[in-house]
């Protein structure tokens, strides 16, 4: 019974184009949600974040989205750069105090 | 700073043997955290400690995996006796507590377990 999911396994998207990573949890009870960034061979690494009382958090080329009422999120990156190409992990949190629960993560390739 | 880390980075066993993973955490973090990542079930929270202390294990798949926290620098995941299933890569992370977004947990490299 996945809490947090991402359909999407893989995205390919142009250089300099928008690359728009979805997700959608299922507990209402999740306060927080995070996306990871993973290089192959590496530990997931802290991306960029946002709590349930906001509806946008902007950083840099990195947009999250929470829509609470349909219980799912995005993550906008524009302009897309060859660098970008990770997979990218969805997390969530009830409270931040007790591990975060992860979907499986999407593939994005950003092509040149 | 140093960051989380973990050892061994890769370790090639036979089932039937023991397996011990072991992690340093971010000095001054409270809480660590095991998960396991693979293909089909993504990235899974095994066990967390805070303040040494094991909080929750429920994620524990069976009893013949293990993790203990002897003090605040260093934790290890055993699994004994281990079996082909039990490949996969595991992850430790740790996390302050405060004073970062709630929720952001710093991970080490990972090691990556195959059982033969």
């Known amino acids: 019974d996945q809490q947090v999911k991402q359909n999407s396994p893989s995205l390919s998207v142009q250089e300099g184009r928008i690359s728009i990573l979805n997700c959608d949890y299922t507990?209402?009870?999740?306060?927080?949600f995070l996306w990871y960034k993973k290089y192959p061979a590496e530990g997931p690494t802290f991306l960029i974040s946002i709590s349930s009382i906001k509806d946008k958090n902007e950083d840099g080329r990195f947009t999250v989205f929470l829509n609470k009422s349909a219980k799912h999120l995005s993550l906008h990156i524009v302009p897309s750069q060859p660098g970008d190409s990770a997979v990218y992990f969805c997390?969530?949190?009830?409270?931040?105090?007790?591990?975060?629960?992860f979907g499986k993560g999407t593939h994005l390739i950003i092509q040149p | 700073d140093a960051g989380v880390i973990q050892s061994p980075r890769h370790e090639v066993t036979e089932m039937g043997q023991e397996v011990t993973l072991r992690c340093k955490p971010i000095s001054g973090h409270n809480s660590l955290f095991w998960y396991r990542q693979t293909m089909m079930r993504g990235l899974e929270l095994l066990i967390y400690f805070n303040n040494n202390v094991p909080i929750d294990d429920s994620g524990m798949p069976e009893d013949r995996f293990s993790a203990k926290m002897p003090n605040a620098s260093f934790s290890t995941l055993k699994i004994q006796p281990s079996e082909p299933r039990d490949s996969a890569v595991y992850f430790c992370?740790?996390?302050?507590?405060?004073?970062?977004?709630?929720?952001?947990?710093?991970f080490g490299e990972g090691s990556r377990l195959t059982v033969l």
């Open positions: 992370a740790s996390s302050p507590g405060t004073g970062s977004p709630a929720g952001e947990l710093f």
């Open positions: 997390a969530a949190t009830r409270g931040g105090a007790d591990g975060l629960t």
């Open positions: 507990n209402s009870m999740f306060d927080y």
